[in-house]
């Protein structure tokens, strides 16, 4: 059974930062590509950020480059997410998620998500 346990969500005051880990079950966190994703209230579920496993290439999506990094332990079978520099904006409820098979290097896809984590909430006040 593929399990994404997160962990680190919260609230924080705008020019704050967050870190977000994802523990994943270890036959699903190789060789393959890993997300975080979010969902604002009232809109749809949008990635943040991808990283492969295989050579850790990463993307971002265009409103947290230079704010937002995504990084891996690997001997921990852990994905995260380091927030610097939050804005309300970036109140949402955080994903992550794994493709759940094997992906070859190079940047990841913002779809194609098989397995997902139950979400954190990331509250920014202004």
């Known amino acids: 059974q593929v399990q994404l346990l997160q962990s680190g969500g919260g609230s924080v005051q705008a020019g704050g930062g967050l870190r977000l880990s994802c523990v994943v079950s270890?036959?699903?966190?190789?060789?393959?590509?890993m997300a975080w994703f979010r969902k604002a209230s009232g809109k749809e579920r949008v990635y943040v950020a991808t990283?492969?496993?295989?050579?850790?290439?990463?993307r971002y999506e265009d409103s947290v480059k230079g704010r937002f990094t995504i990084s891996q332990d690997r001997a921990k079978n852990t994905l995260y997410l380091q927030m610097n520099d939050l804005q309300p904006e970036d109140t949402a409820v955080y994903y992550c998620?794994?493709?759940?098979?094997?992906?070859?290097?190079?940047?990841?896809?913002?779809?194609?998500?098989?397995?997902w984590g139950r979400g954190t909430q990331v509250t920014v006040s202004s």
């Open positions: 998620a794994t493709m759940g098979y094997r992906a070859y290097g190079g940047l990841c896809p913002s779809n194609a998500y098989t397995y």
């Open positions: 990283l492969n496993t295989n050579d850790a290439a990463t």
């Open positions: 270890s036959n699903f966190a190789r060789n393959t590509c």
